[in-house]
C-alpha cells in the first residue's frame, strides 16, 4: 500500500490534489484508518492516479475526467478514446477563438500606436539614497521573467512632480512603492529599466549620500559617492500600473508576520488556502471547501511563495481583501507608499 505522501510524490498530484479528489469521489483511497483517518492507496491506484493528472494537466474538465477514469477501470477502451477526441475538439475551438480574438486586439493596439506621438523623455533629479534603496527592496521580488514579455523584465521608473514611484509585476503580482526627490518637477517621465541594471544601482546605493539619477530618452544613469552606473531601458511599454492599482475599498487585516511565515513554510506545494477572521491565517486543507465565505471565515487561495515574497522583514502590516476574485492588497501600516497586490488563485482542483 502506498501513504498519500507517496502517492502525491509518485503520481504529481501532490496530497492537498489527493484529499480534494477522495472528497469529490474521483479517486478514493482503498483504505482509510478508522483510528487516525490516514489515507493508503492500492498499487495498482498509482497508474490511475498519474493518468488523473494529465488529464487535469490538460485542462479536462473534472466531469469528463469522471468518464474517462470509468471507462479506463472499466476496460472499456472505445470510450476512452472518443472523450480525448471530444477535449481535444474543444480545446482547438477555444484556440481558434482566442486566436481571432487576439487578432482583432492587435489590429486595435496597431491603429492607437499609429496614431501616437513621440515624446522625449528627460529628468535629473536627486534621489536620497537609503530611500531609493528601500524603494527598490520593496518591488524587486515581483520582476517577471518570462521571456515571452521581456518588458516585465525590468522596473519602472516613474518620475513626476517630486515623486519617484517604483513599479514591478510578473503578471501573478504587482508591487509599487515610492521614493521623493528633488530638481525635476516637470511633466512626467517614465522608463523601464532593466532587472540587471537595476541590481546594479542598487548596488551603489550603499550609504547616506543623496543619489544623482539622469533620464535622457532611453539612457539612465546614477551617480553616487563618486560611483556611477548607467545603461539603456528597455524601451517598451510598462502597463499603466495605476489603473492596475484602482480596487474597490476593503477590509484591511492586521498580519501576523512571523506566524503567516511559519504557517506558509509549511506548504510545498503552488497554492494553499488562507482563512481571514480578525487575522489571517494559513487552513490546514488548501482545497477544502473552495473560495469565499464559510463558517470559519473567508477564504482565499494564493501562491505561498509569492505570499512570502511579499511579507516585508517588519512585523507591521495589513491585508486588504475585497473579495475572492480580486487581488489581495498587501501594505505596510500606516502608509501608502509601497504596498504589494497578488492575484488569488482557485482553491478548486
Known amino acids: 500500500m502506498h501513504s498519500i505522501g507517496e502517492m502525491g510524490r509518485d503520481s504529481g498530484l501532490g496530497v492537498s490534489a489527493l484529499r480534494f479528489y477522495d472528497r469529490v469521489g474521483v479517486l478514493p483511497p482503498a483504505r482509510v484508518d478508522p483510528a487516525t483517518g490516514y489515507r493508503w492507496y492500492a498499487p ?28 479506463w477501470s472499466g476496460g ?42 513621440t515624446t ?29 514579455l521581456p518588458v516585465l523584465g525590468g522596473i519602472l521608473f516613474d518620475v513626476e512632480g517630486e515623486d519617484l514611484h517604483v513599479v514591478a509585476t510578473d503578471r501573478y503580482r504587482l508591487a ?19 532587472a540587471p541594471l537595476v541590481d546594479a544601482m542598487r548596488a551603489l546605493l550603499t550609504g547616506d549620500s543623496p543619489a544623482l ?37 476593503g477590509r484591511r487585516i492586521p498580519l501576523d508576520v512571523p506566524a503567516l511565515r511559519q504557517g506558509l513554510a509549511g506548504q510545498d506545494g ?18 477544502e471547501s473552495g473560495s469565499g465565505a464559510g463558517a470559519d471565515g473567508d477564504r482565499v487561495g494564493v501562491n505561498p511563495a509569492f505570499l512570502l515574497d511579499a511579507l516585508a522583514d517588519g512585523d507591521d502590516m495589513l491585508l486588504e481583501y475585497v473579495g475572492p476574485k480580486a487581488p489581495l492588497v498587501l501594505l505596510r501600516s500606516g502608509t501608502g507608499d509601497a504596498f504589494s497586490l497578488l492575484m488569488p488563485c482557485t482553491l478548486d482542483a
Open 44 to 71: 495498482e491506484q498509482l497508474d490511475e492516479a498519474r493518468l488523473l493528472a494529465r488529464l487535469r494537466q490538460a485542462g479536462m474538465p473534472l466531469a469528463d475526467v469522471r468518464l474517462v477514469l470509468a471507462a
Open 76 to 117: 472499456d477502451t472505445g470510450l476512452v478514446p472518443r472523450l480525448l477526441d471530444g477535449h481535444l475538439r474543444r480545446l482547438e475551438r477555444e484556440l481558434a477563438d482566442a486566436r481571432g480574438a487576439l487578432s482583432a486586439v492587435r489590429a486595435r493596439l496597431g491603429h492607437k500606436e499609429s496614431t501616437m506621438t
Open 120 to 148: 522625449n523623455r528627460t529628468a535629473r533629479l536627486t534621489v536620497p539614497a537609503t530611500e531609493f534603496a528601500a524603494a527598490l527592496d520593496s518591488v524587486r521580488f515581483a520582476v517577471g521573467t518570462d521571456p515571452e
Open 176 to 194: 509599487v512603492a515610492r521614493a521623493s526627490t528633488t530638481g525635476h518637477g516637470g511633466e512626467r517621465v517614465q522608463l523601464t529599466v532593466p
Open 213 to 249: 539619477l539622469t533620464v535622457d530618452g532611453d539612457g539612465i544613469e546614477l551617480q553616487t559617492q563618486g560611483r556611477r552606473v548607467a545603461g539603456q531601458g528597455l524601451g517598451e511599454e510598462f502597463p499603466d500600473y495605476r489603473r492596475l492599482t484602482r480596487l474597490p475599498a
Open 270 to 287: 503552488e497554492r494553499c488556502a488562507l482563512v481571514l477572521t480578525d487575522t489571517v491565517t494559513v487552513a490546514d486543507e488548501a482545497f
